[in-house]
Nanobody
Framework: QGLLMESGGGSVQAGGSLNLSCTTT????????IGWYRQAFGKDRDLVGE?????????????SYGANAEGRFTLSRDNVKGVLYLQMKTLEPEDTSIYYC?????????WGQGTQVAVSS
């Protein structure tokens, strides 16, 4: 729907850091569940596997992290700017994926286009 715009992806070496941003509206950020998911891709950039949870901000303000993110990634938001941030540290080659912003607004799920993260060893 064009209401989710991811940015901040790139290529880094193992151990490095990246900060992802999901720009949306203040209304969505403050009233809906919103979070980051990721899906791995192969050599030809074909998506593989399933999308998995990285971190999620619930509408009550609580945060859930996937097992892949616990202790290394931090989710935060800027309510005024309408931006959801994902700070990623100590990146590993296994973190190489397309990272998607996802919202669930009263049962309606929307996805952004994704931003690519590639971590080399």
């Amino acid at each position: 729907q064009g209401l989710l715009m991811e940015s901040g992806g790139g290529s880094v070496q193992a151990g490095g850091s990246l900060n992802l941003s999901c720009t949306t509206t203040q209304y969505i950020l403050n009233t809906c569940d919103i979070g980051w998911y990721r899906q791995a891709f192969g050599k030809d950039r074909d998506l593989v596997g399933e999308r998995e949870l990285v971190a999620r901000l619930w509408s009550d303000g609580s945060i859930s992290y996937g097992a892949n993110a616990e202790g290394r990634f931090t989710l935060s938001r800027d309510n005024v700017k309408g931006v959801l941030y994902l700070q990623m540290k100590t990146l590993e080659p296994e973190d190489t994926s397309i990272y998607y912003c996802r919202t669930n607004c009263r049962g309606t799920v929307s996805w952004g286009q994704g931003t690519q993260v590639a971590v080399s060893s």
